[in-house]
T-cell receptor
């Protein structure tokens, strides 16, 4: 389809394992966002890209979290040495304009055991 | 203090009822306001933008009160399909592209 695509949809990791979450935004959308949503909470901002430039990474909880979007399209969120508190749904969203509508993917649900 | 605060609910209402949610935001210089809807275990989707003059879309009315820094959403003639979590969203001031989400207000519409 033409929407935002995320993979994997579900990931179970052992504590200490590294994980990589992929986001394929809507074609032509220059803005891409990563959010973290814990159970019963609203999405919390992690980081934002405009094309390939990471303009804001202030929401990344620690230096174990790293995001990239090398060609201004697909983005990857990497979490190193996962901890139990990293368990959440990671949502990717893209937008075609400044402060415009966010189109979200279905999310990647990460469970760290 | 969180950027956006909402009453988590749940609001349990019968079909046909009118229900209203408020949310407050902390930064008086915020410029863009939205309501998103999130169904259980699904992604958020834009319900409506909130304009300074207020706006209406069918059974849904959104209002902005800048003086008191709150946004409201009114749903008239509630349907079973309105059951969802409603997320209040405000954009950042220093970074216009940064969106802050409230924790959401859960609505259950009962038959």
């Amino acid at each position: 389809g033409a929407g935002v695509s995320q993979s994997p949809r579900y990931k179970v990791a052992k504590r200490g394992q590294d994980v990589a979450l992929r986001c394929d935004p809507i074609s032509g959308h220059v803005s891409l966002f990563w959010y973290q949503q814990a159970l019963g909470q609203g999405p919390e901002f992690l980081t934002y890209f405009q094309n390939e430039a990471q303009l804001d990474k202030s929401g990344l909880p620690s230096d174990r979290f790293f995001a990239e979007r090398p060609e201004g399209s697909v983005s990857t969120l990497k979490i190193q040495r996962t901890q139990q508190e990293d368990s959440a749904v990671y949502l990717c969203a893209s937008s075609s304009q400044t402060a415009g509508e966010l189109f979200f993917g279905e999310g990647s649900r990460l469970t760290v055991l | 203090r969180k950027e956006v605060e909402q009453d988590p609910g749940p609001f349990n209402v019968p079909e046909g009822a009118t229900v209203a949610f408020n949310c407050t935001y902390s930064n008086s210089a915020s410029q863009s306001f939205f309501w998103y809807r999130q169904d259980c275990r699904k992604e958020p989707k834009l319900l409506m933008s909130v304009y300074s003059s207020g706006n209406e879309d069918g059974r849904f009315t959104a209002q902005l009160n800048r003086a008191s820094q709150y946004i409201s959403l009114l749903i008239r003639d509630s349907k079973l399909s309105d059951s969802a979590t409603y997320l209040c969203v405000v954009n950042g001031v220093r970074d216009f592209n940064k969106f802050y989400f409230g924790s959401g207000t859960k609505l259950n519409v009962k038959p």
